[in-house]
């Protein structure tokens, strides 16, 4: 029986498994696979935005912005980049979709240290981005930056064990998924091979968002529950495909029920967890103003929807603490615009938001404007 | 501890080397050994309900033994009964039973209502109970002698690769291994690897990935249209194929390398052409059990055509409860029962027998029987009778859903599906043959196995389904 544990039959496979992941490390570290990623992927933001700042000069920008797609498509990159250029300021958006704390902290590091005249960063998030997120998606995101990875001064929260944590720094796991949609969905991908880098459009990005969410009740979990069902029952789009979407999903009558039976809309986070996510913020901001540089943190608002479905409880203890925490430090600049519809009473709520998470053309102006205005 | 965690492959490690060794001077000892690591194993999961298995141990031990001593036999194959039977009872379904009673009253208009015990449920119980059971009425039955060591049958019942979901093995065949010198080889080692890793891939692979098609569908139906409701209802019939033929590869792989063999327990279910058949091919110890003591006891075939279709209709009916304590896995025992009956009853026509064996109409009972038995996992997968009206209304909605893309695509998948299980079905069945596998061929197989862990593993150890009865 114990023959078999020692032959060759048994550890070849391991063998065999072992080389193929050498050899698809090497090849993937060299750039194999780099000109078949998809532009949208989490990998695709980063690899394509590496490549347009350095066609475009790593020595040009003196301001960038980091943060996830609430700040990447809710601001006016085009006319921000132009106005700012007025000013003598070259602006890069450095900003990508589901950017959370790890790759927000590998961006600007990496631009800190690469881009030579580099002044500020804007840096946005809102209070449920500070916290939570998944460390493979986010080693996608910040791959071309990840020799910025930091665990000697973050504690980053790492759920997983060693031998998993180690598993999803390979390029093989970072590059996995992107692989595996080639070939489900290779008629796609080689339909828009040629359109898939453009490095201008990059940089002067300016997603449309057409749509609000006017015409939809979603002042409270019931509304958006009875909401939910009416969505339900037409069983079509009836205006905002993506915001309907959300909305049923978010507010499905038997999950969101049994949350109000429980009292308990959202989950709570541990006291831990929210000493450790202000710890990391305090120490980027304090080592980002150490160096010399400025930055702009701008707290953006939230819509009720996401209030009441999926924010954590404690997620603005986390932003108040981490707001005082940063308040005092030299040429760190405040402008916290969580109550923007306060601010512009003339809108409704709705009007400034293009779905549960990401505000509209409207939003996008008013918050372009307040950006520019902070450079006055 | 579950067979898809990495505690489980060091515990089995341990448990292959200690066992290796004591093997080697004593065998008993290995046999005390084994038991110890069997109680260990399920204590990870529940120490404190240890005891309920050795209470069904120790009860059968000693009445199986006063049974064959005994003038006035009988009373002792009662007891033997209420025990195991009691504890079934108690543990499974007393809550079903008062919730039951409860509805009954307050539909007969009184506001009474009977308070519900708070229990956990036994991981396994359904399982070790039945095999504790067979013991006892084969002794009844003369066709096993007891066993005279305490040990030999507290490892029959708590043997840890089949203690808490089968297969259920017969008293005669495990003893009869006991008793031979146990065969081990290099062939067997290769094939109860080679099972090992099989299983898992069709646990983590397969099964844990279905299930993100299943469980958003089964958890909020109404939130479901006609299409996604359809492909849902076809996965989980795949879902739960490769949640529990996947659990017994692993528990026969691991029997195997400690010497024992256990017998088969699926045979490709979803190429069966009747009910019967799937029958003969699905869960087939549990089959063979319900055919052997309950069946059988009721009278099987052998009082007329009325009392048989009586006693198919009972067995699976007892059959749907023995998963578990809910309305809707009896609803579920219930339509096989309804299926085999329908199904008896036709054979008897001659006219429905002619040109049976062409290929369009073995395509046409095989496209029947498929979706038969998918309609009734609908019953088996919901959480409740509500919720599996509300798949079934979905399901009645497909035409408003409409596309013929997703025509398209559903078809494209089954088609595919059933084409890799053909496959497999005839040329593959790598259960039989692996271990004569030659090394490139071996090491081909157990190379893809680990490269799919690896790569389309789902990240979560998710608990194996039938763990639940």
């Known amino acids: 029986m114990f023959k078999f544990f020692i032959n060759v039959k048994f550890w070849a496979p391991f063998v065999v498994v072992a080389l193929f992941f050498l050899i698809m490390e090497l090849l993937l570290r060299n750039g194999i696979w780099d000109k078949n990623i998809k532009p949208l992927s989490y990998l695709g933001h980063g690899v394509y935005r590496a490549k347009a700042i350095k066609a475009y000069g790593l020595d040009k920008p003196n301001w960038i912005s980091v943060g996830n797609s609430i700040i990447d498509w809710g601001l006016d990159h085009k006319t921000l980049r132009t106005a700012l250029k007025e000013k003598d300021i070259d602006y890069i958006r450095m900003s990508m979709g589901s950017s959370k704390f790890p790759a927000i902290q590998m961006v600007s590091d990496w631009s800190i240290e690469n881009m030579d005249n580099l002044q500020g960063i804007i840096i946005g998030s809102s209070a449920t981005s500070l916290g939570k997120y998944n460390m493979l998606t986010q080693y996608k995101i910040a791959w071309p930056f990840i020799s910025s990875y930091d665990n000697q001064n973050y504690d980053y929260d790492v759920t997983n064990s060693p031998i998993e944590h180690l598993y999803q720094k390979l390029a093989f796991s970072v590059y996995f998924d992107d692989i595996k949609d080639y070939f489900i969905n290779y008629k796609k991908h080689l339909k828009n091979y040629n359109r898939y880098t453009k490095p201008n459009k990059i940089l002067n990005f300016n997603k449309k968002m057409n749509r609000n969410l006017c015409g939809y009740e979603l002042a409270n979990l019931t509304e958006c529950i009875e909401t939910a069902n009416y969505l339900r029952k037409a069983n079509k789009t009836i205006k905002n495909r993506l915001a309907e979407k959300e909305i049923k999903r978010r507010c499905p009558a038997k999950i969101s029920k049994k949350k109000m039976a429980a009292n308990r809309l959202s989950s709570p986070i541990s006291d831990e967890l929210i000493e450790l996510y202000i710890q990391n913020w305090t120490k980027l901001f304090t080592s980002i103003a150490e160096k010399g540089l400025s930055v702009k943190f701008f707290v953006l608002p939230e819509h009720p929807l996401l209030k009441y479905t999926t924010k954590p409880i404690g997620m603005d203890q986390v932003m108040n603490q981490l707001l005082a925490n940063i308040s005092t430090l030299k040429n760190v600049e405040i402008y916290d615009l969580r109550e923007l519809y306060e601010q512009h009473p003339s809108y409704e709520i709705c009007e400034l938001f293009n779905d549960g998470i990401h505000l509209s053309q409207t939003g996008k102006q008013i918050f372009t404007q307040e950006v520019l205005t902070s450079f006055e | 501890m579950l067979f898809n965690s990495f505690s489980f492959m060091i515990f089995l490690c341990i448990v292959l080397v200690v066992s290796a060794i004591l093997r080697k001077y004593n065998k008993g000892a290995e046999l005390w050994f084994l038991v110890l690591a069997s109680a260990y194993f399920y204590g990870q999961w529940n120490w404190t309900y240890l005891i309920l298995i050795y209470i069904t141990i120790v009860s059968d031990y000693i009445l199986g033994l006063k049974y064959y001593k005994s003038e006035n036999p009988l009373k002792f194959l009662y007891i033997s009964l209420t025990v195991n039977l009691g504890i079934l009872a108690v543990y499974k379904y007393l809550n079903f039973i008062l919730n039951s009673a409860n509805t009954l009253i307050q539909t007969a208009g009184f506001s009474y209502t009977i308070p519900g015990v708070e229990l956990l449920l036994p991981v396994g119980i359904s399982f070790y109970t039945f095999q504790s059971m067979s013991y006892i009425i084969d002794i009844h039955r003369g066709s096993l002698k007891p066993r005279e060591k305490f040990v030999d049958y507290a490892l029959f019942v708590s043997f840890f690769p089949q203690l808490v979901a089968g297969p259920i093995v017969r008293a005669s065949e495990f003893f009869k291994q006991l008793d031979e010198k146990r065969h081990f080889s290099f062939d067997m080692a290769q094939t109860g690897v080679f099972l090992i890793t099989m299983g898992l891939v069709k646990k983590v692979v397969f099964a844990d990935n279905l299930a993100l098609i299943v469980d958003p569908v089964f958890n909020a139906p109404e939130a479901a249209n006609g299409w996604s409701t359809l492909i849902a209802v076809y996965a989980f019939a795949f879902q739960i194929y490769f949640d529990f033929s996947g659990y017994t590869d692993i528990a026969i792989g691991v029997a195997m390398l400690l010497g024992f063999q256990f017998p088969k327990n699926f045979n490709h279910p979803y190429v069966a052409l009747s009910i019967q058949d799937f029958w003969r091919r699905w869960h087939m110890t549990l089959s063979r059990w319900l055919r052997d003591y309950l069946y059988i006891s009721l009278g099987g075939n052998r009082n007329g055509a009325w009392k048989t279709q009586r006693n198919l209709f009972l067995t699976m009916f007892l059959g749907g409860l023995w998963h578990g304590a809910s309305w809707n896995f009896a609803i579920w025992g219930v339509l096989h029962g309804v299926y085999l009956a329908i199904e008896r009853k036709i054979s008897q026509y001659q006219w429905m027998s002619w040109n049976l064996d062409i290929k369009p109409v073995k395509f046409l009972k095989w496209l029947l029987v498929f979706n038969l038995v998918c309609f009734a996992w609908i019953f088996f997968r919901a959480e409740d009778f509500d919720q599996s009206i509300q798949i079934i ?77």
């Open chain 2, 393 to 469: 209304t979905n399901l009645t909605n497909l035409a408003n859903d409409f596309k013929l893309k997703n025509l398209y695509n559903t078809s494209a998948y089954l088609v595919i599906a059933f084409m890799v299980l053909h496959k497999v079905s005839n040329y593959y069945d790598f259960a039989t043959r692996s271990g004569k596998m030659k090394s490139l061929e071996f090491i081909f197989w157990q190379t893809i196995f680990i490269l799919m862990l690896i790569l389309f593993g789902a990240k979560e150890a998710e608990s194996f389904m039938y763990f639940q009865f």
